[in-house]
């Protein structure tokens, strides 16, 4: 971690920063960018931070190259120029960076699960379901989930991405027959939960230096995370 940036109840940790990236861990609950609610963003938070470290005045450029849902927390990387940005946006939109996730999902996953999906979002509701294969307006989502341990009727997932459709973990694995723990949207999680999906590893090449960046971030040891304390120690002693 190079610093700790606090934005009122919100902590954020900054894994990288050079010319070109800045790489942090958003914190669950926090709004990447501003949106209707009017509450503090991740976006605005950061460009506070770069303007303040660096005296810079005026609005200070920060690309927002991908996105977290609101509930969800873990590593994001932002580009602090505009080649940064492009370079990064290309890469993301053609799928050519390693996004991983933890999660855990009611019920036991026994195997690795490959899901495809078509996606389709209401646009005045903001909620997306599985719809059949050409349905106007749908769009393809996959990736695959694989099991790394079950406790409780509850299981410890490695969810691996290769499309980045709005809501696309939740939904698909809603949809599956596997919602994930604390998922009021889409898994009947009760007030007071927090979802259990985290952003946990995140690698892509440097937008200059075009060498592979790796970094990592483990979920907090709180609500449905707790019961699997080891075996995500396990899997990040693995990763490192």
Same mark, same amino acid.
């Given at each position: 971690?190079?610093?700790?940036?606090?934005?009122?109840?919100?902590?954020? #940790?900054?894994?990288?920063?050079?010319?070109?990236?800045?790489?942090?861990?958003?914190?669950?609950?926090?709004?990447?960018?501003?949106?209707?609610?009017?509450?503090? =963003?991740?976006?605005?938070?950061?460009?506070?931070?770069?303007?303040?470290?660096?005296?810079?005045?005026?609005?200070?450029?920060?690309?927002?190259?991908?996105?977290?849902?609101?509930?969800?927390? /873990?590593?994001?990387?932002?580009?602090?120029?505009?080649?940064? $940005?492009?370079?990064?946006?290309?890469?993301?939109? +053609?799928?050519?960076? #390693?996004?991983?996730?933890?999660?855990?999902? %009611?019920?036991?996953?026994?195997?690795?699960?490959?899901?495809?999906?078509?996606?389709?979002? #209401?646009?005045?509701?903001?909620?997306?379901?599985?719809?059949?294969? /050409?349905? &106007?307006?749908?769009?393809?989502?996959?990736?695959?989930?694989?099991?790394?341990?079950? %406790? =409780?009727? !509850?299981?410890? !997932?490695?969810?691996?991405?290769?499309?980045?459709?709005?809501?696309?973990?939740?939904?698909?694995?809603?949809? $599956?027959?596997?919602?994930?723990? +604390?998922?009021?949207?889409?898994?009947?999680?009760?007030?007071?939960?927090?979802?259990?999906?985290?952003?946990?590893? !995140?690698?892509?090449?440097? &937008?200059?230096?075009?060498? $592979?960046?790796?970094?990592?971030?483990?979920?907090? =040891?709180?609500?449905?995370?707790?019961?699997?304390? =080891? #075996?995500?120690?396990?899997?990040?002693?693995?990763?490192?």
């Amino acid at each position: 971690m190079v610093e700790r940036v606090r934005a009122g109840r919100f902590a954020i #940790d900054v894994l990288y920063e050079d010319n070109h990236l800045l790489v942090v861990v958003k914190p669950p609950n926090l709004p990447v960018q501003a949106d209707s609610s009017g509450d503090d =963003d991740l976006l605005s938070i950061l460009k506070r931070y770069i303007g303040n470290k660096y005296q810079k005045p005026g609005n200070v450029y920060l690309g927002l190259v991908h996105r977290l849902d609101r509930p969800v927390g /873990g590593v994001m990387v932002f580009a602090r120029t505009s080649k940064a $940005a492009s370079r990064l946006s290309a890469d993301f939109a +053609g799928h050519a960076q #390693d996004k991983r996730y933890l999660a855990v999902a %009611r019920g036991e996953v026994i195997r690795p699960l490959e899901l495809e999906d078509a996606l389709l979002k #209401d646009g005045s509701t903001g909620m997306v379901r599985v719809v059949p294969e /050409g349905t &106007p307006g749908a769009k393809r989502a996959r990736l695959v989930t694989r099991p790394l341990a079950r %406790r =409780d009727g !509850l299981t410890l !997932l490695e969810v691996e991405l290769f499309t980045g459709r709005a809501h696309q973990i939740r939904v698909q694995h809603a949809h $599956a027959g596997f919602p994930l723990w +604390g998922d009021a949207r889409y898994g009947g999680g009760r007030p007071g939960q927090q979802i259990a999906l985290w952003a946990a590893s !995140l690698t892509f090449d440097h &937008p200059t230096r075009h060498e $592979a960046m790796r970094f990592v971030s483990a979920p907090p =040891d709180e609500g449905a995370w707790a019961a699997f304390r =080891d #075996d995500i120690g396990a899997y990040f002693g693995v990763c490192f």
